[in-house]
């Protein structure tokens, strides 16, 4: 399983856009790039999922270069709501029973 | 979270007692991993189920923890005298067929021992 390192915390203000990069430099051929949210309490929840160049949803932009070690998730104008753990995972789709392994996360605070 | 119902929300138990959590699958999928979260820690896998079937359980305590997934009814967490240090929230997932787009993960059992 593909090993992710992300940032352990960023700030941000409201209305800006917020990056945050992860870093998988073992990713195998098969492996997708899966991002999930999680609030305090609560479950992860699925935010975005791609294996290269660029996958937009009604959330959030995932930008996946070429070599595809890394992954950058985008967040148009965050709000207040946006206050969260972001994990990056990588694994195979077609692997039945892949135990994701979650890292500590990106911890995302967003200022008024 | 809609679509996986895990129950209960809270659970308190006392030192030695036994913690039964429960996780109902969304519909359709037939596989579920159980994941348990310590404070300000990240989620840290447990074991993952089919129907009748335990396929990895290399995250599973040696002692005290084991889980099943029997062909009718929801997948099951049993603790077995339970200690301080497994409080924690214990969150279920269930996973589509392959190709399927991410896990789906329920709200999560939050488990206290006094």
């Known amino acids: 399983l593909a090993k992710t390192t992300q940032p352990i915390s960023m700030d941000s203000y409201e209305g800006q856009e917020v990056n945050i990069t992860c870093s998988h430099n073992?990713?195998?051929?098969?492996?997708?790039i899966t991002w999930y949210q999680q609030f305090p309490s609560q479950g992860p929840r699925f935010i975005i999922q791609g294996y290269k160049t660029k996958v937009t949803n009604e959330v959030a932009s995932l930008f996946i270069p070429a070599d595809r070690k890394s992954s950058t998730l985008s967040l148009p104008r965050v709000s207040l709501s946006d206050t969260a753990v972001y994990y990056c995972l990588v694994g195979d789709l077609g692997d039945y029973g892949q135990n994701f392994v979650f890292g500590p996360g990106t911890r995302l605070s967003v200022l008024p | 979270n809609a679509g996986v119902m895990q129950n209960p929300r809270h659970l308190v138990r006392r030192r030695g007692q036994e913690a039964r959590l429960r996780c109902s699958p969304m519909?359709?999928?037939?596989?579920v991993y159980w994941y348990r979260q310590l404070p300000e820690e990240g989620l840290k896998f447990m074991v993952y189920l089919q129907k009748e079937n335990i396929i990895d359980e290399s995250g599973m305590p040696k002692e005290r923890f084991s889980a099943e997934f029997p062909k009718e009814g929801p997948s099951i967490l049993r603790i077995q005298q339970v200690v301080r240090g497994d409080s924690a929230a214990y969150f279920c997932a269930s996973s589509p067929p392959p190709g399927g787009v991410g896990y789906t993960f329920g709200s999560g059992t939050r488990l206290t021992v006094v």
């Open positions: 073992n990713i195998a051929t098969n492996d997708y």
């Open positions: 519909k359709g999928h037939s596989h």
